[in-house]
C-alpha cells in the first residue's frame, strides 16, 4: 500500500518569512495529493491540492509543487501569520478507486511574532 | 447547514462495551470514510463505502464496523472496546465518481476509553 513521509515534524518560523514542508509518497499509482490544516481540537480542512498531471498550483499565499518522477511533493506557505499556525498534513491517494487518503504524520507549525 | 455532521461529539465508556457513531452528509456524495486519529495526531483510513463497495483498511480489528442505512449515512460501531481505542474518530464523504476527489470532514467524536 502507499507509505507517506512528511517532514519536518516541527516547523517555527518568524511572521512574514516562508515555511515549506516536504513530502515524498511510494505508490507510483497516487495521482491526488491534497494539503490539509488542522487547528487545535478542529476538523481537517483542505486548503490545497494538486493532481499528477500538474506540477505546480497556487493560491493566494499557498503554493503546492509535485515531482511525479521523484515521488515527492511540497507545500509552500509565504508571509507567513500569526493564523497559518496549526498541524499541516499532506495525503496521497490514487483517485481511481475510493480507498481514502494516506495521510503523513503531520508537521506543527509555529509563527513567531 | 453543516456539509458532514457525527454524533455525539464527545463520547466516554468503559472497557468491554460496544458503542456507536454516527455520520451523516447533506452534500450528496457518494462516498464516505472514517478516519482515526490517535494521540500523536496521526490519521490513519479505516474504512471506505460507497453504494458498491466497501473498502476496509487492513489493519483494522474486526471489533469495528461500518454499517450505512442510506447514501448519506455511514456509521461506526465497535463491539468490546479496548483501551487502545481512545481516539478521535472523524467521518468524511467525498464525490469520486464524478471526479471531485476533496474529502470533507466532520468535526469528530473524541472516544475515550476507561
Redesign the interface.
Known sequence: GENVEQHPSTLSVQEGDSAVIKCTYSDSASNYFPWYKQELGKRPQLIIDIRSNVGEKKDQRIAVTLNKTAKHFSLHITETQPEDSAVYFCAASWSGGADGLTFGKGTHLIIQP | DTAVSQTPKYLVTQMGNDKSIKCEQNLGHD?M?W?KQDS??????M????NK?L?I?ETVPNRFSPKSPDKAHLNLHINSLELGDSAVY?CAS?Q?LA?S????????TRLTVT
Open positions: 462516498t470514510y478516519y500523536k495526531k496521526f490519521l490513519k483510513i474504512f471506505s463505502y460507497n463497495e473498502i483498511n472523524f467525498s469520486q471526479g476527489y476533496e474529502q470533507y470532514f466532520g468535526p469528530g
